[in-house]
């Protein structure tokens, strides 16, 4: 397969909403500025489907921006699968490779749903939920499907808007944190964020007639070929719901594994930056969910200014100011929304942890780290090269991250030869 090469100032890697704020901050200095994602349409996760088709206007603004700038050019469909050396990355297409020499590079990469085990999960019929969100938005027909959503965060409400708009039966909305943190958090909001405390109001009433019970655990699923039954917990109390869909999740991780490969710090799970999103790397910008799950407000604050740093322009007070709100409301969530001891038992001995590879929760237990459990098990060794069950061990036995190596994510083997070719044309 034959390599495209390109070159440009900035490289901006992931066009959600920290990646638009980036490159449209980053366009006045003139620099030369390329933005790259892996789905055929910018916006992200919460701007699935375009910047054009979404009520937020803001999505709409940047994009115009950046289209009408000639600076700006664009890579869709275009995933990162690896560097070549520090200043050049490579992207599988479907139809070729490109790799892009640059000077500073921008990480906008996003984060994904912590999803954590327990019996049944595997059947079909239970997704995460971000994942049926993301299925929905994509066109998936959930009408007069009946749909659990359970799990911990401000992701389920949002997806219960989602599933009931496209007209399914939202049955009950299971959030695992007790009442008391939640309404401290409803509290923090009113005095600080007004405006997310007025979109979380309406957001419960316009789904008031859908049940939202906190301090409930998913017990188990339950289904011969598919999802019937879902059972659940409340205290002492066991509550069984009859279902054709399960969504779950337990809150947001950062994608750090790009940051990673490329020596940038990572602390407590997130990317660490410098106050003009400067990572530990040099000329490494990092900005959005992969400096901690915060909402499109942090990820639009903190791309604004990792655009401006990058392209050598003026941070001002009132940027800074922006993205220390913005933060302020990332470490409520994070105090509020805490995956809980309770949440990190939910799986038996036999709950398959690793279902690419078919490892049990008690074959894993026999190990100390990721790394020895993968040499025995294969845990990890499958399609999802263990984004999901390397994050459920981390989580449910606190071991380290899954190590790394290049290509960071599955790609052809006609990639595999293009970038070898490339680096033995530079090594002569
Ligand atoms: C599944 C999910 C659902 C969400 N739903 C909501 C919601 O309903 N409401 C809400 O307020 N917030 C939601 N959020 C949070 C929301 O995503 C963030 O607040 C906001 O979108 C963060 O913007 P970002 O630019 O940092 O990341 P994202 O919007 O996630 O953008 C990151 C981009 O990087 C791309 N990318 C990642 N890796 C690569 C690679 N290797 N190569 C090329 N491109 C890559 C991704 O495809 C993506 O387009 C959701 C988050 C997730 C993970």
Not at 53 to 75: E, H, M, S, Y
Not at 348 to 356: I, K, N
Request: glycine share 10%.
């Amino acid at each position: 397969m034959k390599l495209q090469e390109l070159q440009t100032g900035i490289l901006i890697i992931g066009a959600g909403p920290a990646g638009l704020a980036a490159a449209s901050a980053a366009l006045n200095s003139g620099k030369q500025i390329l933005i790259a994602d892996d789905n055929p349409v910018p916006g992200g996760q919460i701007w699935r489907g375009g910047p054009k088709k979404v009520p937020d206007t803001r999505a709409g603004i940047f994009w115009d921006r950046c289209q009408n700038a000639l600076n700006v050019q664009w890579l869709h469909s275009a995933r990162l699968v690896a560097f070549n050396h520090t200043h050049e990355a490579i992207f599988e297409l479907a139809d070729k490779v490109v790799s892009v020499r640059y000077e500073r590079l921008i990480l906008c990469n996003g984060g994904r749903e912590l999803l954590l085990p327990f019996d049944g999960w595997t059947l079909p019929g239970v997704t995460g939920a971000g994942g049926l969100q993301a299925l929905i938005k994509a066109g998936a027909d959930v009408r007069g499907k009946r749909i659990v959503i359970a799990g911990t965060g401000p992701l389920l409400l949002a997806v219960a808007e989602t599933a009931h708009k496209a007209g399914a039966e939202v049955l009950l909305v299971a959030e695992a944190q007790p009442f008391s943190a939640l309404s401290r958090f409803m509290w923090q909001l009113c005095l600080h964020h007004r405006s997310k405390a007025t979109q979380a109001i309406s957001l419960y009433w316009s789904l008031k007639k859908i049940p939202y019970l906190s301090n409930v655990l998913i017990e188990k699923a339950v289904g011969d070929a598919q999802l019937t039954e879902v059972h659940l917990r409340r205290g002492g109390e066991l509550m069984t719901v009859q279902a054709d869909m399960l969504a779950c999740g337990f809150g947001i991780i950062p994608n750090t594994e790009i940051a990673r490969l490329l020596g940038c710090n990572v602390a407590a799970g997130v990317v660490t930056h410098d106050e003009r999103q400067c990572t530990s790397a040099p000329h490494i910008y990092a900005a959005g969910e992969i400096t901690g799950f915060g909402g499109v407000e942090k990820a639009i604050a903190e791309g604004h200014i990792a655009g401006l740093a990058a392209s050598d322009q003026v941070v001002s007070q009132d940027d800074e100011t922006k993205r220390e709100h913005a933060q302020h409301f990332m470490h409520l969530l994070r105090e509020t929304f805490a995956v809980s001891e309770e949440m990190r038992q939910l799986a038996s001995d036999a709950t398959l942890v690793c279902r690419c590879e078919d490892v049990s929760l008690a074959e894993l237990r026999q190990h100390d780290s990721w790394r020895a459990a993968k040499l025995v098990t294969r845990a990890g060794m499958g399609a999802c090269q263990g984004r999901i069950c390397g994050a459920a061990c981390q989580t449910m036995f606190g071991w380290d991250a899954p190590e790394l190596r290049q290509p960071v994510f599955p790609c052809r083997t006609s990639t595999l030869a293009a970038i070898a070719a490339s680096s033995l044309k530079e090594a002569k």
